[in-house]
């Protein structure tokens, strides 16, 4: 199946930094990603709809100025989240769309996000 | 996308069958029962999804009632390693649809 690959797995920063979290398709073209969010014991959210060449679109209750998502190229979407605080620590996962007539979601491995 | 409803957890022995249910009486004609797990703290990974028919890979089977308002998901022979989150959600069948996660039931398999 198609590979989605998502890096950091990990990070560790102050508050006030930021933090760039990037999402890449392996083995296909992604116009289109998706980007969630997890907090301990909670479901995954949907955060916002990234898409290439074009303005991410954000869920509501979603500040777009505080997560920056670029798309810059077909395989690679990256999620920034700026002055980041304690609050802002979570599990952040990225997915693309299945292709074809695999309509399947393919997601990242995730990356933990802690801010101290 | 319809709501869907899982028991929060269940438990089951290595080597036997998990049989995990789902209802969703709600689901529309048009939109289809997808199975993802998530191992803990790792990203969702997809089984399976079905419209009407039951369905097998070789990861389980899906059970989906005549009426689709409820489905099953059975693994035929569970692991330690199938021990994760696993969520039931409907969609349409389009790729750019988005996934809508409920709080999906903890599969617990033990020795």
């Known amino acids: 199946g198609a590979v989605v690959s998502q890096h950091p797995s990990r990070v560790i920063c102050k508050s006030g930094t930021s933090v760039k979290i990037e999402c890449r398709s392996l083995?296909?073209?992604?116009?289109?990603m998706f980007w969630y969010r997890q907090f301990p014991k909670q479901s995954l959210m949907l955060m916002a709809t990234?898409?290439?060449?074009?303005?991410?679109?954000?869920e509501q209750g979603v500040e777009k100025d505080k997560f920056l998502i670029n798309h810059a190229s077909l395989t690679l979407s990256t999620l920034t989240v700026t002055s980041a605080h304690p609050e802002d620590s979570s599990f952040y996962i990225c997915s693309a769309p299945g292709q074809g007539k695999n309509t399947e979601a393919f997601f990242g491995q995730g990356t933990r996000l802690t801010v101290v | 996308d319809a709501k869907t409803t899982q028991p929060p957890s269940m438990d089951c022995a290595e080597g036997r069958a998990a049989n995990l249910p789902c209802n969703h009486s709600t689901i529309s004609g048009n939109e289809y029962v997808y199975w993802y797990r998530q191992i803990h703290s790792q990203g969702p990974q997809y089984i399976i999804h079905?419209?009407?028919n039951n369905e097998t890979n070789e990861m389980a089977s899906l059970i989906i009632t005549e009426d689709r308002k409820s489905s099953t998901l059975i693994l035929p022979h569970a692991t330690l390693r199938d021990t994760a989150v696993y969520y039931c959600?409907?969609?349409?069948?389009?790729?750019?649809?988005?996934?809508?996660f409920g709080k999906g039931t903890m599969l617990l398999v033990s020795p």
């Open positions: 079905g419209l009407k």
């Open positions: 959600i409907v969609r349409a069948n389009s790729g750019y649809s988005t996934l809508t």
């Open positions: 083995d296909f073209q992604a116009t289109t």
């Open positions: 990234s898409n290439e060449g074009s303005k991410a679109t954000y």
